[in-house]
């Protein structure tokens, strides 16, 4: 059996150690290890753990940012609530991937503020996805898909708001289900926001 490229051993190796033990406890040293490579060999792709857990977002979670600037450009030919759908489904399975991961930040304040540097510098961050959505949202806005006197920023912030707290709350829950499937949860919160911008 041919081995995986070692960048792709890299990433796959830090999705699944800043899965189980989260970001603060991953070191970069135990990531090349499960990788099986060296530590220098890691450094040769990724600058830093910062760098490497953006790289695990874009490439092994799934994409929110991609769907937003598609729909920004272009809505497509689908409703504005089909779009929000799809829109809630991808960020509740986003949050849920990566609340585990960025959990244990909360516990180690200093860490907390590098890797939120760390972000700007990437130009990154959590408020990049409300800040896509709103944009989805005024595009539509332009085209008389929504109300005039909505507030995408508002409503964006409802929307992926409502899939953190899924991913938050089933999370810390002892049975870790949530009562609906998540193509329930995303129509459900989609046709209700919807009813509060048409």
Not at 42 to 55: G, H, N, P
Request: glycine share 8%; proline share 6%.
């Amino acid at each position: 059996m041919e081995q995986k490229p070692t960048r792709v051993r890299i990433v796959d190796a830090a999705r699944d150690l800043m899965g189980s033990v989260g970001l603060a406890r991953t070191t970069t040293k135990e990531i090349a290890k499960a990788a099986g490579c060296s530590e220098a060999a890691l450094y040769k792709y990724f600058t830093s753990k910062e760098e490497l857990f953006l790289a695990v977002l874009g490439e092994r979670l799934p994409q929110l940012g991609g769907l937003l600037g598609t729909l920004v450009a272009d809505p497509g030919g689908r409703t504005v609530e089909e779009n929000l759908t799809e829109i809630a489904r991808r960020a509740a399975l986003f949050y849920e991937q990566t609340f585990p991961v960025l959990a244990s930040l909360y516990a180690e304040p200093q860490l907390k503020q590098r890797h939120e540097e760390a972000m700007r510098t990437y130009g990154s961050g959590p408020h990049k996805p409300v800040e896509g959505l709103a944009a989805y949202l005024r595009a539509e806005q332009r085209h008389g898909r929504i109300a005039a006197d909505a507030d995408p920023l508002a409503a964006a912030s409802l929307l992926l708001g409502a899939c953190v707290q899924r991913a938050f709350v089933w999370e810390a829950s002892p049975d870790r289900r949530p009562p609906d499937s998540l193509d329930d949860f995303a129509r459900s919160i989609a046709r209700t926001l919807i009813r509060g911008i048409s």
